[in-house]
């Protein structure tokens, strides 16, 4: 997310194995604890308060997302994901029986497209250090969640990182190199539960010929991952959806193709103020994500749609001024 532009046990493996087939669909939250930490308050249709979650699982969503930093601020936007609140927030979502991604930005705030900052106390490191890190600080993560009972059905390495992440070593002018970070949070993660999909992660999902040259890089330099995760913001690219939803459907279907991976749109999001348009989105996102031949395709994720603009300042939540969720999210009921 180019974030910044808008603000300045046994029972619960068999219950996780039980939901793997479905359609994954969900929203990434992580702004939702400090949001009620500081008073936001949540209420359906009727004007009821509601807990959040609920409220999501009722407009049709099965999974949750969750972002990780390193040594997060304390900043209400900016900061928190600690590995201790994810833990906390990862449990509140299995009691709430929804399906579980963890996204390691390894950086201690947003890792997008235009910036992938080495965590502070990473900065300095050799690079084979650098390299012990990633594997220590995605397997301390995951291991603290299987702790408390709780494994992620998929974990992406890496936020978007068309460029690369953990700049400049993991830079995507040295493939060598990030391929080797990306293969060191991959194993860390098999490590600690070899059933967990790792995704990889970037943004565009409707231009394929980035997709095409990143994905080939990764094959030659070797890459180890299950899944390719896509994010979808017709926004960003200054167009509606409608005239880049065939491009993403080729881009979905040529990625399954060709790598032989699934496909997932992990991050999607409309304006909150075109209700209409943003329901029209979603439907068209999940019906493209639908269609990819042999159930390539797993699910789509609404990036904070609940991170209403009035506290976030951010323009593509899905969230009304009164505090209940946008028309828009009903997509997802369909």
Sequence with gaps: MLLLLFISGTTIALAQKKNTSAFAKGADVSWLPQMEATGYRFYDTDGKEKDCLQLLKE????TIR???FVNPSQDKTNGHCSKEETVAMALR??????RIMIDFHYSDTWADPAKQAKPAAWANLSFDALQKKVYEHTFDVLTALKKAGVTPEWVQVGNEIPGGMLWPDGSTNNWAQLAQLLNKGY??????????????HVDEGNNNEKFRWFFDKATEHKVKYDVIGLSYYPFWIKKDYSETIADLQNNLNDMASRYQK????VEVGGVDEQVQNTKELLAATIKAVRAVPNNKGLGVLYWEPQGAKSWSGYGLSAWQPDGKPSPALDAFKE
């Design 59 to 62: 407009r049709g969503m099965n």
């Design 66 to 68: 969750l972002r990780v």
């Design 93 to 98: 979502a299995q009691k709430a029986k929804m």
């Design 187 to 200: 194993e860390a993660t098999k490590a600690v539960n070899a059933k967990i999909k790792v995704i990889v």
């Design 262 to 265: 699934e496909v997932m749109v």
